[in-house]
């Protein structure tokens, strides 16, 4: 596909609700979680940079990426947080294009959490927000996993405000309601998807 749709939303805002309801209607998603994984997997380019700069204390006994022990190394020291960001940041933008590239569907959506603090948005054609209140990320996030509302409260304020993202986005889905209403956003942006990218720009 040529045409890509940037999602997005704050924790617990239903990003993953939004993009099943699009891949149930034929529309192939590119999540960046996913190919922040795939670009350290064991055997790939990647790891081995890391394993290169970092020495093979970075890695597991079965060769897989030590997750923990990376955050922590990159938590303690700022130099190398930023040395891992310059490797990593290129390598998933350049798998999420060509996924975008090669998926068969009419257009792709990009899942990305931080799409707009990460200026993953440069990469897209239109950006769509779903957008709920912190409140109501709090009281879903808590319900969903065993955590606690004071460290959804951290996540929420490590991401974009609510108000700098509704002034980015072209599209806004409130998902303050039921997930029967929640449908009937998506499938009239996704008439619209269809139209976009029917046409050049
Ligand atoms: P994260 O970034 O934390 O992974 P997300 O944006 O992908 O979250 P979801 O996992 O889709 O969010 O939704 C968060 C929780 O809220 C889930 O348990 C989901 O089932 C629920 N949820 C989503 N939309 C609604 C809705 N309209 N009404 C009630 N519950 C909802």
Redesign the pocket.
Known sequence: ADYIIGLT????????????IFANMGIVLVDADIVAREVVSKGSEGLKRITTHLGTIILLEDGNLNRSKLRQIIFDDDKERLWLNALLHPMIRTSMLQQCKDAQSNYVIMVA?LLFENGLDRLVNRTLL?DISPELQKQ??V???AVTAQHVENIIGSQASRAEKLSKADDVID?????S??KCKVEALHNLYLKLSSKPE
């Open positions: 939303g704050g924790i617990g805002s239903g990003k993953t609700t939004v993009a099943n959490p779903v879903r996030t319900t969903r996993d998902n303050q309601g039921e997930i209403a929640l």
